[in-house]
């Protein structure tokens, strides 16, 4: 996702060991000299993959997320100025402060910001002067704990996490003038010194859309350490001597004071967007009186208990880090948008209509990424959360009107399709608990409706909400390539396997007419297929193709991808595409030629080259671009043209050749956790291929052994003891004691636990699953 549309280890074993109380897990290692050491699974999370990135060229445009998982703030130390997307620059040298962030991608940018920084000597706090210079070697970061030694004045910052609040402690050296500054941000924000209090109150506004007029983040900051002065700034860094508050477009506080060396001064922050009476009663509630160690203790075990929720074994630590660098990621986003009151109950401010409501809402999401494989691991590992998540979706349409596409934290114009439709539809497929089904299902059926209404955005109507080009849609089975609306072949293709996730659950409730409508509908995808290309192609009102076609171009037609990828965007109905090319041998012949031609491209749409192009492009894997969300699933499909050797071979090579735990560790966005979800479920051996049906298809695992512990209490278990990077061929497969020759496997099937055993080899097995019923599902098989 891009702003194109918003412009057991030692040398040879490692076994990880899972006990049931609340304290770390532990891996427990032996060297070659057999001494014993012990290793938790948030020692191989590195919170820095993928921040090695810029405009140009995305390594995953991630930041280092200090934060628990879901948490409703992230902190994350700041290199870039206030206000740059890209906060975190892994080659840049300075830092300018720790600041609160919720930030889901830089293409949407950041909201409700606010920054700590320490200074010591001459005062400095403008944001240029006061940037320390820093090194890697110098800095431990962690999912629940960052430290930097902020060179320039010879202090320590360390920071750790609870879901709304965080943990400082600054060691300073011996000085007369050591300060902590609180930088209110831009947009609108004020700040109050309480000396007596050792507090510092306030709030700030900064957005970058999506947000009601009232719209605030209030903050409390408790400190340990009496102030000797006080001072704020107030527009254009103006500075006011010995003053307590402060109120405009950008102000900040500074309170200093007398350190000896080696002195920790302890700050503890809770913010609210309800009040600043809920903020304190946050900060109360989850820290309170804690010191610094029993706050990083807690946000520790926290990962650790998430992380354990999957053990594997592995003779490889680097592909540990990446598994467990990419699991931290998967359990980001989407953000708890809700508090606790005095009461105990969930409570939240809407970012839709500005009033205090009670119940679940969550945001931070950009469904056209996440519906493919981070809500489907949701599904299958958490259906709480889930559940949680289904009644913020239902909470959303009631306070605004309308399901979100984008939301941060508010409706945002950005991405194209209608892909709440297969979220919703997947969880209630699944089980999943607490679903307000009645106005869930009256939701997704109003998309397919009407666009009249949807909420503006500086008086513009956001067009991703909804479906931009209904009318059309609906009337002739496509959106038109000539009527001005962009991306319309995109469109289609994902409006038509909505409509399928739609007939699903209508057909799950009983309300057959509808189902049967939109089964009907969701083969539209068929209107788009050119014979004479055999791809995917935009067509004119007056049923005629679009003219001239470059399947190489990118855009136009279609979302960051070309024709070559979004050809396959059939997910419920992959033989139906197999079929429209003219069989299995033709359908394997195309896919095949995505890896072999050169990455060619046409950026002529754009302008200039975007980063998922020059992504595509540099990993000499010829026009197959796994940096980005279109293609990703499409290794999987050789599977249904009894091909699964590819599909093994492909699977693998794209884990080991483009993913890796360190700053350059993704091939392009990392997008909430889609592009790390696919790597987790590939790795354990097997991915969703199509949300809203309850298989996930078989890749080739990537460890010897994976434990998966369900939330049902349920162990399901994945042996492949053969396992090395040669052999990726599956030679047989034996489930729960019988063999197994599908290459998919059924939801009900992990969730009651058990064993799949894998027999591999580094030699193709091309008759394992080859017969026509061991393929997973299409419609058109149905």
């Known amino acids: 996702m891009t702003n194109a549309r918003c412009i057991t280890i ?198 970058s859309g999506g947000v009601p007029d009232n719209f605030h983040n209030y903050f409390v900051a408790e400190f340990d350490k009496d102030f000797n002065v006080s001072h704020t700034w107030g527009n254009d860094w103006k500075f006011l001597e010995n003053s307590k508050e402060n109120k405009g477009e950008h102000v900040g506080a500074i309170i200093g004071f007398n350190t000896k060396k080696g002195e920790a001064v302890h700050v503890k922050v809770a913010s609210s967007f309800i009040s600043p009476e809920q903020a304190q009663v946050n900060l109360n509630r989850e820290i309170g009186e804690d ?49 606790f009151n005095k009461k105990n109950e969930v409570i939240h401010y809407s970012p839709y209509n500005g009033e205090v409501l009670l119940g679940y809402m969550f945001t931070d999401n950009g469904f056209w990424d996440t519906f493919r494989a981070v809500f489907p691991f949701f599904n299958m590992m958490y259906p709480e959360l889930n559940g949680h998540i289904m009644q913020g979706l239902a909470n959303t349409y009631k306070e605004s009107g309308w399901l979100p596409e984008w939301a941060s934290p508010g409706h945002r114009d950005c991405m194209i399709g209608s892909n709440s439709a297969p979220i919703i539809v997947d969880a209630f497929l699944k089980g999943v608990p607490d679903i307000d089904t009645e106005t869930l299902f009256e939701a997704i059926i109003k998309n397919t409706t009407t666009t009249s209404g949807r909420p503006l955005s500086n008086g513009n109507e956001i067009r991703s909400v909804g479906r931009e080009g209904l009318d059309y849609y609906n009337k002739l089975g496509y959106v038109p390539y000539d009527v001005k609306i962009n991306e319309n072949a995109a469109r289609t293709l994902e409006y038509a396997y909505a409509d399928f996730t739609i007939a699903k659950m209508a057909e799950k409730l009983g309300k057959n007419d509808i189902a049967k409508k939109f089964y009907k509908r969701s083969l539209n995808y068929k209107n788009l297929y050119d014979p004479s290309t055999q791809l995917m192609r935009g067509k004119n009102k007056d049923g005629s193709f679009q003219t001239p076609f470059n399947p190489l171009k990118w855009g136009d037609a279609f979302t960051e991808g070309n024709s070559l990828h979004y050809t396959w965007s059939v997910f419920h109905d992959i033989e139906g595409l197999i079929q429209l090319m003219g069989g ?80 350059d560790g993704y091939c392009g966005d990392e997008d909430n956790g889609q592009t790390s979800a696919w790597y987790v479920f590939s790795a354990l051996g097997f991915y969703p291929v199509t949300p809203g049906v309850d298989q996930y298809v078989i890749g080739s695992p990537l460890f010897k052994k994976a434990i998966i512990t369900l939330e049902n209490g349920n162990k399901f278990t994945i042996n492949a003891p053969d396992n090395t990077k040669e052999n990726v061929y599956i030679q047989s497969a034996i489930l729960n004691g019988a063999a197994y020759d599908k290459t998919y496997l059924n939801f009900k099937t992990i969730q009651n636990g058990g064993e799949l055993h894998f027999n591999l080899s580094n030699i193709p097995n091309k008759n394992w699953a080859a017969t026509e019923d061991a393929v997973p599902y299409s419609l058109s098989k149905e």
């Open 291 to 339: 010191t610094f160690d029993e706050t990083l203790t807690k946000a520790k075990n926290t990962w650790e208990k998430e992380l354990n929720k999957i053990q594997i074994e592995s003779d490889n630590t680097e592909q540990i880090k990446t598994f467990y660098s990419c699991l931290y990621r998967v359990l980001l986003f989407p953000r708890k948008f809700y508090e």
């Open 10 to 207: 030692f040398f040879g074993y490692l076994f990880l060991m899972c006990s049931c109380n609340q304290e770390p897990e532990i891996i427990k290692t032996v060297n070659e000299s057999k001494k014993e050491t012990e290793i938790s699974l948030t020692d191989y999370v590195n919170p820095l993959m993928g921040t090695d990135s810029a405009f140009d060229l995305s390594n995953g445009n991630t930041y280092p997320a200090i934060a628990t998982p879901w948490g409703m703030n992230f902190w994350t130390p700041m290199t870039s100025k206030m206000g740059d997307g890209w906060t975190y620059k892994y080659d840049e040298n300075t830092i300018r402060g720790i600041k609160q962030t919720h930030q889901p991608s830089p293409w949407i940018n950041d909201y409700a910001a606010f920054s700590l920084m320490a200074v010591t000597g001459k005062l400095k706090y403008k944001e240029e002067e006061r940037a320390s210079w820093f090194s890697h070697k110098a800095e431990t970061v962690k999912p629940h704990y960052y430290s930097v030694y902020l060179a320039d004045y010879d202090v320590t910052a360390e920071v750790a996490p609870t879901e709304r609040a965080a943990h400082f402690r600054f060691t300073f050296p011996e000085k007369e003038e050591s300060f902590i500054l609180l930088d209110a941000f831009f947009k609108g924000s004020m700040v109050k010194i309480i000396p007596e209090e050792r507090k510092i109150i306030g709030y700030c506004r900064n957005n």
């Open 584 to 663: 299995t041998s033709q359908f394997e012949k195309q896919l095949d030629r995505v890896f072999t031609m050169p990455p060619d491209f046409d950026a002529s749409y754009y302008g200039f080259t975007i980063h998922e192009i020059r992504e595509m492009q540099i990993v000499n894997m010829g026009n197959y671009a796994h940096g980005n969300q279109p293609i990703q699933h499409m290794i999987y499909l050789y599977n249904y043209a009894n091909a699964a050797h590819k599909t093994q071979e492909k699977v693998r090579e794209v884990m080991d050749k483009l993913y890796t735990a360190t700053p």
